[in-house]
């Protein structure tokens, strides 16, 4: 069989069907590029990471093949033999795009000039999500409905195949210790999220509390394609530093989707699927003027819950978890993704059907595959920290924010990490002071005795000593271990030491250095033990 592409989206796609034709009943695949995209930067590179056989595509419009397959639709692809079988690369079928339909009332996908050449269909097979479909291709292009098939949404039905792997998923993101999980989408063009909003990655990541949520970046690969991932990456810098995570356009949103708590997007495919896998979903930006009227996407755009990006972001985000019902958003996201737990199997009968008699169909449903660990790119990750909290006894609860450079003063007292430096004004006014790495330059003792005389306003100086315990002195000289001791049951604790640090600061503000502590960040508790010299934990 061959395999069409006609950009990343669609390669991405396809390679979610394929597994569908079974190479132990001898199928062999190729791919070819079908040239004419805007968006087809880096596809060549990405086909070949495949290590499939790419064919030039003309070569590939000379020679026979059992089947074709393609995730987008263009009549120039009425030269590759039959038969041939267009599929949708996102959610259905939803934009108004002059551009490849030549109207301004069709849906890209469902429009003459994409599927007919001279009065004649040209795929042999139009697959669609949903059956509310077939009545957009009814009006847009009645002669192409008898070659319609709902076959449902098989990326979706493999998101929710996937679900049971949504811990393993979380922690590549940092989704662990309590921390949230929120998914920040755009879509492509003047509408999208990005475009409308660009600020919004940085600013959410600095407004959002380190140790209770972790923001994760995913755009469309048009936006790549566009921009280049030299581009992305000078666009998006301070906000990786700052801890965001981009996720990679060739893989990682659909395990990004099953990890998160909430979606933050516009009217893009992976905002609606989100929605779909019933996550808490705000929409921050919205292009109804370039969506079918008609179609599931417009409804979602002016029915979905907004995220004001110039208010204060925290509180809405916890405010839509408290207000989140997943049942509200259905009506909307089921008019798009049909067939739910079937496409799999619908797909692979059917492209057994057009194969023939030369090959079985296998006996049992597909099962499908589990996604790649998700790898997301992160910057140098925030060294200088904005703290609050308080003491009430042994318990302390603090907040803690990435530094941002453009706000006036401190919110609190500023804590900062070993890469931070001792020059910068953060650092030579830090209260709090750490080394994470156990195994630095210098022993630990050391590194603390030199951070004091480098550092004139230092309160507290902690040495990671592993991950969960630490070498901690303060302003007078005491020096003393603290480690997070693991619960009955419980697996072995995480303590970062510039929280650590961070809490006995605040926690000498009212006492001495206590032998016991309680970390509270949000909802999560850590206990601590502090012991002097000499006294074996």
Do not use: K
């Amino acid at each position: 069989m061959l395999g069409v592409v006609r950009n990343l989206t669609s390669a991405t796609r396809l390679l979610d069907v394929l597994p569908l034709l079974r190479a132990e009943d001898g199928i062999t695949v190729s791919f070819t590029v079908n040239p004419g995209s805007t968006f087809d930067g880096g596809l060549a590179d990405y086909l070949a990471h495949q290590r499939g056989t790419v064919l030039p595509w003309r070569e590939a419009t000379r020679r026979r093949f059992d089947l074709v397959v393609a995730c987008a639709v263009n009549r120039s692809m009425r030269r590759l033999s039959r038969p041939l079988v267009v599929l949708p690369h996102g959610v259905g079928y939803n934009r108004l795009t002059r551009r490849s339909t030549g109207d301004a009332t069709s849906s890209a996908g469902l429009s003459p000039r994409e599927l007919l050449h001279r009065g004649r269909v040209v795929p042999d097979v139009i697959g669609l999500s949903h059956e509310e479909q077939l009545d957009r291709l009814a009006v847009s292009c009645p002669p192409a409905l008898p070659h319609a098939r709902v076959v449902g949404d098989p990326c979706f039905d493999r998101m929710r195949a996937n679900l049971d792997w949504r811990d393993h998923f979380r922690e590549p993101f940092g989704a662990t210790g309590g921390r949230r999980l929120v998914v920040l989408n755009s879509t492509w063009g003047p509408h999208s999220l990005i475009r409308r909003h660009p600020e919004l990655p940085e600013r959410l990541v600095r407004a959002l509390p380190v140790d209770e949520y972790v923001v994760a970046l995913v755009l469309h690969p048009n936006i790549w394609s566009d921009d280049t991932p030299f581009g992305v990456d000078r666009r998006l810098r301070h906000a990786l530093d700052a801890g965001l995570r981009l996720v990679s356009p060739e893989r990682g949103w659909q395990a990004a989707l099953i990890a998160a708590d909430v979606v933050v997007g516009d009217t893009g495919s992976v905002t609606f699927y989100g929605a779909g896998l019933e996550r808490a979903t705000l929409l921050a930006a919205s292009g109804e003027a370039e969506l079918d009227p008609r179609s599931p996407m417009h409804a979602f755009g002016t029915s979905a819950p907004r995220l004001d990006p110039g208010g204060d972001l925290l509180d809405q985000l916890r405010a839509a978890e408290r207000a989140h019902q997943a049942e509200v958003l259905r009506p909307v996201t089921g008019q798009a993704l049909g067939l739910t737990d079937r496409s799999a199997a619908v797909l692979q009968r059917l492209f057994y059907e057009l194969l023939g008699e030369r090959v079985r169909p296998p006996a049992d449903d597909p099962r499908p595959a589990r996604y790649p660990d998700p790898t997301p790119a992160t910057g140098a990750g925030p060294t200088a920290f904005d703290v609050v909290g308080r003491a009430e006894g042994e318990t302390v609860g603090l907040t803690r924010h990435p530094v941002d450079p453009a706000r006036a003063g401190a919110r609190g007292f500023f804590a900062v990490t070993a890469e931070e430096g001792t020059r910068s004004a953060v650092a030579q006014t830090a209260e709090v002071a750490a080394r994470r790495q156990p195994r630095g330059e210098l022993p630990p003792e050391r590194w603390l005795e030199r951070r004091f005389a480098q550092q004139p306003w230092l309160s507290v100086a902690v040495a990671a000593l592993g991950e969960s315990r630490h070498l901690l002195r303060l302003r007078d000289g005491t020096v003393a271990e603290a480690h997070a001791p693991r619960g009955w049951g419980a697996p072995e604790p995480v303590l970062d030491p510039v929280l650590l640090g961070a809490a006995v600061h605040l926690a000498l503000e009212t006492g001495d250095l206590p032998e016991r502590l309680t970390i509270r960040t949000g909802t999560t508790e850590t206990r601590v033990r502090v012991l002097p010299p000499g006294v074996d934990r």
